[in-house]
Each structure stands twice: as C-alpha cells, then as structure tokens.
C-alpha cells in the first residue's frame, strides 16, 4: 500500500530525470533558446490583459451570435444626444482601437463594399442550379442560337473580368450552367461549358506554376467545390468541340439563312484554338522540343485571332443583358448566388466587362501570347532579360499574358528553353555576351583541367547564381510589385560579384603560371580577364537603374526629391553601364584581332605543327561569321541610348538645381523635413554593395553645393546644354522606335524650357512648373504654367 | 451600476497617469484606465464611454440588423463595430454572416440596443 503510493512518484522522477538526461544531450543548445525565448515573451507582457485580450479577438474565439447575454435596450435617442455632445472631429472609442481597425472596415451601405446591401427581405435566395431547372428559368435542350451565342458571349466576358483579378465564384460560376455541365442536354452549350470549365483550371495552373501572380493581380481561391464536382480531362475538350462544330457545319448546310448557326461554330472555334493554344503553354514542361511546342502554340493562337473579327461582328446576334440588370445574359446567370458566401475582407462589388471589351481584351491579349511566344528566339541571357522588360513595359497589366512568358520560357527554375539546364544557359549567356575564350569549346584553353574546374565550381556551385534566374522572373511581376523585388535582388549580386571577381582573377593566376610554363597561346587568352565581373557587373547596374526610375512610374518620388534621384545615375550609374559595354565591346576586338593575327601566322607558316594549325581554322570559323554578321560593335545601339538617357539625367538634375535655387521648387517645411533620412531611404538597397561603392549623403552634398554655385541663369543654360546634347545623340540614332522618338521630343521641349528661364521669362513668379511623365515613364516634360 | 466598470478596475493595476490635456481637434475620449473616472467629463460623453467595447445591435436603413462591439464612435454618430455579424431580418434562428469591422454610417441607422441588464424597475419582470 504504502509503497504503491510512494512508487509512482519515484517512477515520474526517474523517468523525468532519464529523459532529461536525455535531452541534455541532444537539445540542450534549442532548449536553452526555447526557455530564453520563453522568458522574453511573459517580460514582454504578454500577460499584460490588454495584450491578452487583443489575442483572444484576433482569434475569433469570442463569439458574437451568443449575445446578447442580457437583453437588448434600446438606447436610440440616448446615444443621439450622448454624441451631440461631442465636437466636430473628436472620437470616442474603446482604447483597443486603432488606425488598422479603422483602415479595416468594412462601410456599410457604401456599394462598393457592402455587398449585403439592398438585399430586399422578400427576396428569395438567388436561384441554384436545380432550383433553376425546377422553376423552369433555365434551357437544357433545344436553346436557340441567339440564347446560344447570348451565353456564350456571357462566359467570354466572364472569363475575361476573372482574369482582371475578380473572384472566379461572383463572375464565372454566377453562370448555372458550369455547375453541371453533364446534366446540359444541348450539345453545344454543353461542350461550351465543358470547355470553360477546363479552362479555368488550366489557366489557374499556368499561373500557379509561374508564380507572378499577386493578391491584387489575380484571385487565386475561389470555391473549387463549384469545380471539383465534375472531372477536368482537358486532353478531350478540343476534339469534343470539334465534333460538336462538324456537327453544327453538317446542319448548316441544309440551312437557307446559316449565319446564325456559323456565328455559334466560330464561338466554339475560337473557344477551341484559344485552349488549346493555353492548354499546350501548360504542357511546355513536359514537350520534346520546345520549338515545336511553341509553333503549335502560335498556330492555334493565329487561327484564334482570324476568327475574332468574325465574333466581334456577329455579338447583336445573341440574347443581350437587360438594362439594370447585373445577370451578364438574361438566362442562365445568377449573379448573386455566391455573395453571402464570399469572405467578408473580399473585393465586394463587381462589375463584369461587356462583351464588346471583352473581345477586345482577348484580341489583345492573343497577340500578347504571339509577342511573348518570340521568346524562343532569345537564346542567351542578355537579350532574353531583354526581351522580358520590353515585355513587361507593353503587357505588364496582364496576369496572364505574364505568366504564359514566363511558362513559356522555362518551365522550371532549372531549366530554360524546354530542357536546357540553366547552368549551361547561363554558361552559353556569358559567352555570347563577350565571349571569354575559356568557354570557347574549340580553344584548346577550354581544355585545361584547372581552368574547367574553376568554371564549374562558379557556374555550379555558387549559388547566387539564382539571381540571375530571379532578375527575369521579376520582370514577370506587376511593374508595382517589381520595385521592393528588385530591391532585394540587388542586395544579392553582392555575394556573386565577389565570387566573379575572383574567378577573374584566378584565371589571370593562372595566366601567369601558363606563361612560366612558356604556354603562350593559353597565357594569352586568360590574361586580363575581367569577363565575369563584368558580365555580372552590367546586369547588378541594370537592375539599380530599373529601380531607381521606376520610382517616377510608380509616382514616389516628390518634386524636391527629383534632383537627387537624377543625380545619382547621371553622375554614376549610366556611367558605369557605358563603360560596362565599352569594356565588353573592347575585350571582343581584342580577341577578334587576335585571332586574325593568328590565323595570318598560321596561314603563314602552314608547315607548321598539325594541332596549332587546327585550332586556328576552327578559331577562323567560329569567329568569322559572327563578325559579318554581327558588325564589331554588337553594343553599340544600346551604348549610343544610355549615352542619350546620360544626357537626360544631367539635363533634369541641372534643371531641378536651377529650378530649387530659382526657389521654384516647393520644399518640405523645415519642422518636418530631414533631407538625410530621404536621400538614404532613397538608395537603402544600394548600401550592401561593395561595387559600385555607395555614396553618403555628405558626398552628395557637396557635389551639389559645388554645382549650385553658378547663378541661376548660368544653371538653366547648363541643363539646356544637357538636353542639347540627348537631342544630338537621338536625332543620331536610325530607324528610331516610338520610344526614341519620344525621349527626342522630351530633349527637345525642355531644352526651349530651360533657354526661356534663363532668359528670364515670368522672373517674379516663382511658380512650380509642371513635370508630365505622360511621353516617357523615367523622363517629364517640363511645363511652366 | 457597479458591474460596468469591471474593464476599469482591471486596468487599474497601474497608477493612473495624470489625465494629459488633448488639444481640441484630436480629442478623444477613451475607456481607458487613466479617463475612466474621470468625472469632468461631459454627462453624454461618460455614457459613450461606459458603452464602448460592448455589444451594440444596429437596425440600418435597409431593414438589416448588425451586431457587434461597439468600438468607436463621433458626433455624427457614425459607428465601428468589431466581429460583427449581419443578419437580414429581426428575428431568431437565422445564420448571420460575419463580417469583421464595419462602419456604419450614422444617417443610416434606424435604432440602437446595447446589451445590458434592464433598469432595476423591468429586471423585475425576468
């Protein structure tokens, strides 16, 4: 007795002890962390009840349908008179409440939010799908042409509004008929809605796999109970369609008038080229050759864009939406049915497209998805990034056509182009970009096990080499988002061009070695290589400029902070991108005459030993045509452009220097305002890097007090100079693009500008001028008022 | 009487920081510990305040009830409430959608119940 009251305590205590002990030895380090981490929360109060009972709210444990736990009084004209007493502006609220709350609410009776609003009681619950079918509201046979087309045209301009970012349950599954498809008897209406059914979730994985979408692009979740209820088998949709259209043919010929019935086959033509073309962008990941792939893909979508205009003109054959009605097509739409359903924080109220822009959206955007399928033609990194920033700047605003590129190009992180690994798209990248011999296959160089080593380990090993991969995917995101993301990608090229770096220069130690060892021809092609640095140097300074500017797309920047911003890339960046480019244009003369003056030598002494002699003539082949083709100078466009854009930063930084010490420029009351904390805030991500080293504040500050000494007339011409000279360099420039063209008449407008305030003009007032970006995203027109 | 103020007393684990004069455009009048008691306020204002973080019902314009805490509130007696839940008609045994914080405009109020035990003359009833 005695001791089976004593035992159990005994037991507990060794087993605690054995499990202590056990614990020491394993955990003892994340134990200490966790009783650390342990303390620091109660000292930080959680147990303060204010705390506690902001967690219990937050986690909805409190439930509000209990009350009320006394009785309801009415307080009505109480609560009137207790709140006339306060004064205008002033609150009375409960002291857990805040700004977040307040942001967070949701208004009631506003339209836009409340989504409850004028819910008439009397009103039945909107209609489901069998209650439709019971109540004899809704067609499943023998639907006319007209109601037809009417739905068909519905669901396009559904589909569209849901890839504007609205909920897929309040815009495409207010349709009844994708509830239940199977239960449709009407062959085509059924095959239609099948379709559309596939469709969304084909298209919900596409951009699920590229991943650029974000909460306000694009409405990942919606109720997929609605789409779970009958099997995707999106391999049958297009031939399903195509029988239902053979079908369709067969009758219209028997028909006198078959306009009507033809308008319903060139929907269901259009819905069939248009998946399939969506369809075979999921599948890239698991295509043979990607080129086949993409060349179905285009084919598709050309059928699809041929049949648009014939849609476009038949839309006044359908059934149309009834005035003041929300139901996108009199029969067979429900548009309430899922609105006390939606989660309370949901973008409430929508309004779908009509049909007319919606074809437009889908006209456009087809010829989005023949744009992005160039891809494939880009075949190394430079003009791949490239081509994705064109990209973005046209299509940016749609999630879709982003992420259908994206799929398009690679199909995972690893791999590019259909099955091409990264690494070695990226190996071949730096060779096109200024083709260090050592990743010449044919230079014997390549050859050398020390040399492969050190390649492999940079190319394999390092792994910020993502980054590069992360610069692209970035250029797929919305242009808002595109900022912070790029913000973060800065801070990694640090780590990569260190490690450039030092692949540069074990290969110049390795230069050295070889020209001991009296190994000429290898000695020659290692020396002075900064290939790698470079390459990656240029793309760290492309990133920091798309950056910084994309602050005057995305309106961040206030006036008074403009001439810093211009600064910076006008007396550094644009700089650093030329030279960049001049050194990579210089190293391939080099070789490119080196190799000339070798293969002369051989040609020369063709006596001489076979293996040299072979090198030569392969040298001879692989350089040669480049060269034709390519011209020597592969960057000049793109040097002569930042030469322009140098231009342009210069003249608007002089300008804004002018126009602050003309007292032009209306700046922060001096209580609110710390110049410092703007201009670091401004240029945070550039800090982590060691090259190009950041400039402090102070230094900015004296080039500036430096340049504004001059008077204010004298800094006027000096930017008029500026913008001269960006207009000499443009007008230099052939076949110009529209952008061209428009920097050209910015260069142009603002160089007048600054002529007239240096002549004078309107002295006595010290009016703000305008600064329109309307031509030019980075670049205003300057407009005195 | 007593009861309401049970939030009071609780929070008066600290001394009660001398009241702080709040300029006249961000005046705010709080629950808080440190105004609680504080008797120079306003008859109305102290009522406003016993009622804050309590359970409201609004009846809105459109015939919908809301209810939930009461949280904030201005001259215009625009309302917020938290983890409220919206009902279509007055009545019992209806699923309330729950909405989360709302304002409620206060043109748009029609009447306002707060949930309390009755004056003692029609507790006698229950």
């Given at each position: 007795?005695?001791?089976?009251?004593?035992?159990?305590?005994d037991f507990?205590?060794?087993?605690?002890?054995?499990?202590?002990?056990?614990?020491?030895?394993?955990?003892?380090?994340?134990?200490?962390?966790?009783?650390?981490?342990?303390?620091?929360?109660?000292?930080?109060?959680?147990?303060?009840?204010?705390?506690?009972?902001t967690?219990?709210?937050?986690?909805?444990?409190?439930?509000?349908?209990?009350?009320?736990?006394?009785?309801?009084?009415?307080?009505?004209?109480?609560?009137?008179?207790?709140?006339?007493?306060?004064?205008p502006?002033?609150?009375?609220?409960?002291?857990?409440?805040?700004?977040?709350?307040a942001?967070?609410?949701?208004?009631?009776?506003?339209?836009?939010?409340?989504?409850?609003?004028?819910?008439?009681?009397?009103?039945?619950?909107?209609?489901?799908f069998?209650?439709?079918?019971?109540?004899?509201?809704?067609?499943?046979?023998?639907?006319?042409?007209?109601?037809?087309?009417?739905?068909?045209?519905?669901?396009f301009?559904?589909?569209?509004?849901?890839?504007?970012?609205?909920?897929?349950?309040?815009?495409?599954?207010?349709?009844?008929?994708?509830?239940?498809?199977?239960?449709?008897?009407?062959?085509?209406?059924?095959?239609?809605?099948?379709?559309?059914?596939?469709?969304?979730?084909?298209v919900?994985?596409?951009?699920?796999?590229?991943?650029?979408?974000?909460?306000?692009d694009?409405?990942?979740?919606?109720?997929?109970?609605?789409?779970?209820?009958e099997?995707?088998?999106?391999?049958?949709?297009?031939?399903?369609?195509?029988?239902?259209?053979?079908?369709?043919?067969?009758?219209?010929?028997?028909?006198?008038?078959?306009?009507?019935?033809?308008?319903?086959?060139h929907?269901?033509?259009?819905?069939?080229?248009?998946?399939?073309?969506?369809?075979?962008?999921?599948?890239?990941?698991?295509?043979?050759?990607?080129?086949?792939?993409?060349?179905?893909?285009?084919?598709?979508?050309?059928?699809?864009?041929?049949?648009m205009?014939?849609?476009?003109?038949?839309?006044?054959?359908?059934?149309q939406?009834?005035?003041?009605?929300?139901?996108?097509?009199p029969?067979?739409?429900?548009?309430?049915i899922?609105?006390?359903?939606?989660?309370?924080?949901?973008?409430?109220?929508?309004?779908?497209?009509?049909?007319?822009?919606?074809?437009?959206?889908?006209e456009e955007?087809?010829?989005r998805?023949?744009?992005?399928?160039?891809?494939?033609?880009?075949?190394?990194?430079?003009?791949?990034?490239?081509?994705?920033?064109?990209?973005?700047?046209?299509?940016?605003?749609c999630i879709?056509?982003?992420?259908?590129?994206?799929?398009l190009?690679?199909?995972?992180i690893?791999?590019?182009?259909?099955?091409?690994?990264?690494?070695?798209?990226?190996?071949?990248?730096?060779?096109?970009?200024?083709?260090?011999?050592?990743?010449?296959?044919?230079?014997?160089?390549?050859?050398?096990?020390?040399v492969?080593?050190?390649?492999?380990?940079?190319?394999?090993?390092?792994?910020?080499?993502?980054?590069?991969?992360?610069?692209?995917?970035i250029?797929?995101?919305?242009?808002?988002?595109?900022?912070?993301?790029?913000?973060?990608?800065i801070?990694?090229?640090?780590?990569i061009?260190?490690?450039?770096?030092?692949?540069?220069?074990l290969?110049?130690?390795?230069?050295?070695?070889?020209?001991?060892?009296?190994?000429?021809?290898?000695a020659?092609?290692l020396?002075?290589?900064?290939?790698?640095?470079?390459?990656?140097?240029?793309?760290?300074?492309?990133?920091?400029?798309?950056?910084?500017?994309?602050?005057?797309?995305?309106?961040?920047y206030?006036?008074h902070?403009?001439?810093?911003?211009?600064?910076?890339?006008?007396?550094?960046?644009?700089?650093?991108?030329?030279?960049?480019?001049?050194?990579?244009?210089?190293?391939?003369?080099?070789?490119?005459?080196?190799a000339?003056?070798?293969?002369?030598?051989?040609?020369?002494?063709?006596?001489?030993?076979?293996?040299?002699?072979?090198?030569?003539?392969?040298?001879?082949?692989?350089?040669?045509?480049?060269?034709?083709?390519?011209?020597?100078?592969?960057?000049?466009?793109e040097?002569?452009?930042?030469?322009a854009?140098?231009s342009?930063?210069?003249?608007?930084?002089?300008?804004?220097?002018?126009?602050?010490?003309?007292?032009?420029?209306r700046?922060?009351?001096s209580?609110?305002d710390?110049?410092?904390?703007?201009y670091?805030?401004?240029?945070?991500?550039?800090v982590?890097?060691?090259?190009?080293?950041p400039?402090?504040?102070?230094?900015?500050?004296?080039?500036?007090?430096?340049m504004m000494?001059?008077?204010?007339?004298?800094?006027?011409?000096?930017?008029?100079?500026?913008?001269?000279?960006?207009?000499?360099?443009?007008?230099?420039?052939?076949?110009?693009?529209?952008e061209?063209?428009?920097?050209?008449?910015?260069?142009?407008?603002?160089?007048?500008v600054?002529?007239?305030?240096?002549?004078?003009?309107?002295?006595?007032l010290?009016?703000?001028?305008?600064?329109?970006?309307?031509?030019?995203?980075?670049?205003?027109?300057?407009?005195?008022? | 009487?007593?009861d309401?103020?049970?939030?009071?007393s609780?929070?008066?684990?600290?001394a009660?920081?001398?009241?702080?004069?709040?300029s006249?455009?961000?005046?705010?009048?709080?629950?808080?510990?440190?105004?609680?008691?504080?008797?120079?306020?306003?008859?109305?204002?102290?009522?406003l305040?016993?009622?804050?973080g309590?359970?409201?019902?609004?009846?809105?314009?459109?015939?919908?009830?809301?209810?939930?805490?009461?949280?904030?509130t201005?001259?215009?007696?625009?309302?917020v409430?938290?983890?409220?839940?919206?009902?279509?008609?007055?009545?019992e045994?209806?699923e309330?959608?729950?909405?989360?914080?709302?304002?409620?405009?206060?043109?748009?109020?029609?009447?306002?119940?707060?949930?309390?035990?009755?004056?003692?003359?029609?507790?006698?009833?229950?």
């Open positions: 007795m005695n001791a089976s009251i004593l035992d159990p305590p507990q205590a060794a087993t605690a002890a054995a499990a202590a002990a056990a614990r020491a030895h394993t955990e003892q380090t994340d134990l200490d962390l966790a009783e650390q981490e342990q303390w620091s929360m109660s000292e930080c109060g959680f147990m303060d009840p204010e705390v506690q009972r967690i219990r709210s937050a986690s909805g444990a409190e439930d509000i349908t209990q009350y009320p736990l006394h009785g309801w009084v009415d307080v009505t004209a109480e609560f009137h008179e207790a709140c006339a007493e306060l004064l502006g002033e609150l009375a609220q409960d002291m857990l409440f805040g700004l977040f709350e942001m967070s609410a949701i208004e009631i009776m506003d339209p836009k939010m409340d989504v409850g609003m004028g819910f008439d009681k009397q009103d039945l619950p909107p209609p489901s069998e209650a439709a079918v019971a109540m004899g509201v809704i067609k499943l046979d023998e639907l006319t042409t007209a109601e037809l087309i009417g739905i068909f045209d519905a669901l301009a559904c589909f569209v509004s849901w890839l504007e970012g609205n909920s897929m349950d309040q815009v495409l599954f207010t349709c009844l008929y994708l509830h239940a498809p199977a239960q449709i008897q009407d062959r085509p209406l059924r095959a239609f809605c099948t379709a559309v059914r596939n469709l969304i979730a084909v919900k994985n596409i951009i699920v796999m590229a991943g650029v979408n974000e909460e306000e694009f409405q990942l979740y919606g109720n997929s109970a609605l789409l779970a209820a099997k995707a088998q999106p391999a049958s949709i297009a031939p399903m369609l195509k029988e239902v259209e053979d079908s369709l043919v067969r009758k219209c010929k028997q028909l006198s008038s078959p306009e009507d019935s033809m308008s319903v086959v929907r269901l033509r259009f819905m069939r080229h248009l998946f399939q073309a969506i369809y075979q962008v999921e599948l890239m990941a698991g295509a043979d050759s990607a080129e086949e792939a993409i060349n179905d893909i285009y084919k598709n979508l050309n059928v699809a864009s041929e049949l205009p014939l849609i476009r003109r038949t839309i006044d054959r359908g059934t939406p009834v005035d003041g009605s929300e139901a996108p097509n029969m067979g739409f429900s548009p309430r899922h609105d006390r359903s939606q989660p309370p924080t949901f973008p409430r109220s929508i309004k779908i497209r009509d049909r007319p822009s919606s074809y437009q959206f889908l955007m087809i010829s998805f023949k744009y992005a399928c160039k891809i494939i033609r880009h075949k190394d990194y430079y003009s791949a990034l490239n081509f994705f920033i064109e990209y973005s700047r046209k299509s940016g605003q879709l056509s982003r992420s259908v590129l994206q799929s190009f690679s199909s995972s690893r791999l590019v182009h259909g099955k091409q690994p990264m690494k070695q798209f990226l190996r071949h990248s730096v060779q096109i970009f200024n083709s260090p011999p050592v990743l010449n296959a044919k230079h014997p160089v390549a050859s050398d096990p020390k492969q080593q050190h390649l492999e380990t940079f190319f394999r090993y390092c792994i910020n080499m993502n980054t590069f991969n992360q610069f692209i995917r250029c797929g995101f919305n242009r808002a988002r595109q900022r912070d993301k790029l913000a973060r990608l801070e990694n090229f640090d780590t061009q260190v490690d450039a770096a030092r692949l540069d220069s290969m110049n130690q390795l230069a050295n070695e070889r020209a001991l060892e009296g190994n000429e021809l290898h020659t092609a020396k002075h290589s900064t290939h790698f640095s470079t390459w990656v140097l240029y793309n760290c300074f492309r990133a920091m400029l798309i950056f910084l500017m994309s602050g005057f797309e995305l309106e961040l206030a006036v902070e403009f001439l810093y911003i211009y600064w910076y890339p006008y007396e550094f960046l644009v700089g650093f991108l030329v030279s960049a480019l001049t050194r990579t244009e210089n190293i391939l003369l080099a070789q490119e005459e080196y000339e003056h070798q293969s002369k030598i051989q040609a020369n002494g063709s006596s001489s030993g076979g293996g040299g002699n072979n090198s030569g003539k392969n040298r001879n082949k692989t350089a040669k045509p480049r060269k034709n083709k390519k011209q020597q100078r592969p960057y000049r466009c040097i002569v452009y930042y030469h854009l140098l342009l930063c210069g003249g608007m930084y002089k300008a804004m220097a002018a126009l602050t010490k003309d007292g032009r420029v700046l922060p009351m209580k609110f710390n110049e410092e904390i703007r670091n805030r401004r240029f945070l991500p550039f982590t890097l060691t090259s190009p080293p400039v402090s504040y102070a230094e900015f500050k004296n080039i500036r007090d430096h000494r001059p008077s204010v007339e004298e800094l006027y011409t000096l930017a008029a100079k500026h913008f001269d000279q960006a207009r000499n360099v443009l007008e230099s420039i052939q076949n110009p693009e529209q061209i063209l428009d920097l050209l008449q910015i260069a142009r407008t603002n160089f007048v600054m002529n007239v305030l240096a002549r004078g003009h309107q002295k006595g010290k009016r703000q001028p305008d600064f329109d970006f309307s031509k030019h995203n980075y670049f205003p027109i300057i407009k005195l008022k | 009487m007593t309401l103020s049970v939030t009071g609780q929070m008066q684990v600290k009660p920081p001398p009241p702080t004069p709040i006249e455009p961000f005046r705010i009048t709080t629950n808080a510990p440190h105004q609680i008691n504080d008797e120079t306020l306003s008859p109305g204002r102290r009522r305040q016993k009622w804050l309590r359970v409201l019902r609004i009846k809105i314009s459109d015939g919908r009830i809301l209810v939930g805490f009461f949280n904030c201005d001259r215009d007696a625009n309302i409430l938290s983890m409220c839940a919206e009902y279509l008609v007055e009545g045994g209806q309330p959608r729950l909405l989360g914080n709302v304002m409620v405009p206060g043109k748009h109020i029609v009447s306002l119940n707060i949930d309390e035990p009755k004056p003692a003359s029609s507790s006698l009833f229950l």
